[in-house]
Nanobody, 126 residues
């Protein structure tokens, strides 16, 4: 059983920063891409960013490009999402996931993930 546990969410004013962390555990957790989704109230869940096992390749949705940075520390089984210049539209529940890298920017990203965390809430006030 693989577990993904997020932390780092909270409330911040627009223009501020937050850093999300996700620790993965479990005997079957292997060399896989990881990433983040988010879901705002009344909206569909959407992919935010992803990173390959090696960290060589990263993906960002256009809305966060230049403001968010994904990274990982494989020795700690941890993936991070540094979020800067936050906007009110960045508010939502952020979910950590693991799955095939290509699925993150496919048309079936949500269904294409292997594991999900329970989410951490980010609230950005304007």
């Amino acid at each position: 059983q693989v577990q993904l546990i997020e932390s780092g969410g909270g409330s911040v004013q627009a223009g501020g920063s937050l850093r999300l962390s996700c620790v993965a555990s479990g005997r079957t957790f292997g060399r896989t891409a990881m990433g983040w989704f988010r879901q705002a109230p009344g909206k569909e869940r959407e992919v935010v960013s992803a990173i390959t096992w090696s960290g060589e390749h990263t993906y960002y949705v256009d809305a966060v490009t230049g403001r968010f940075t994904i990274s990982r520390d494989n020795a700690k089984n941890t993936v991070y999402l540094q979020m800067d210049s936050l906007k009110s539209e960045d508010s939502g529940v952020y979910y950590c996931t693991s799955g095939p890298y290509g699925n993150y920017f496919s048309g079936y990203a949500v269904r294409g993930m292997d594991y999900w965390g329970k989410g951490t809430l980010v609230t950005v006030s304007s």
